[in-house]
């Protein structure tokens, strides 16, 4: 699978690991940054992240900052992202069976390395269900996209 990977500075670490895990299962890993510790915005990773998935140059994605709660906001701002904030093994492949999303965000501060990437290869080996109550559901999500408020 092709996976586009980014991280903001509090990221970058766990994702290099992630990355090299990655390439090591034969995943072929597209590395967006950053590729160091000096402070960068998470909103620029997750906004590369989720372009290469809207244009399909990526399968997936995987965004890691801090918490990981900044950079699934900015990555749902994106039409046709369905980022998900995991932090334990349930919620990383129901958010695949249930919700289909397609980019994984996590917190390298409030989580570990190994529960990391157990949470990576569980929402990357996860699968869509395609039950009619999930697809009516995404379909309501993608109406919201299209919505816009009149103030």
Excluded at 7 to 36: C, M, P, Q, S, W
Excluded at 72 to 92: E, V
Excluded at 113 to 134: C, K, P, S
């Amino acid at each position: 699978m092709r996976i586009a990977i980014g991280a903001d500075h509090a990221g970058y670490v766990l994702k290099d690991r992630v990355a090299r895990i990655l390439r090591e299962d034969g995943h072929d890993v597209l590395d967006l940054g950053t590729f160091n510790g000096e402070e960068v915005d998470y909103p620029d990773y997750a906004q590369s992240v989720g372009q290469a998935v809207q244009r399909g140059d990526a399968e997936r994605g995987i965004l890691l900052c801090g918490s990981g709660v900044g950079a699934a906001i900015a990555a749902n701002k994106l039409w046709g992202i369905r980022a998900a904030l995991c932090h334990d093994s349930y919620s990383a492949h129901q958010s695949v069976e249930h919700d289909d999303s397609n980019v994984l965000c996590l917190g390298p501060r409030v989580i570990g390395e190994d529960l990391a990437l157990d949470l990576v290869h569980g929402w990357l080996n996860a699968r869509f269900t395609g039950a009619e109550r999930h697809r009516r559901r995404l379909a309501k999500i993608e109406a919201l996209e299209r919505t816009k408020v009149e103030v």
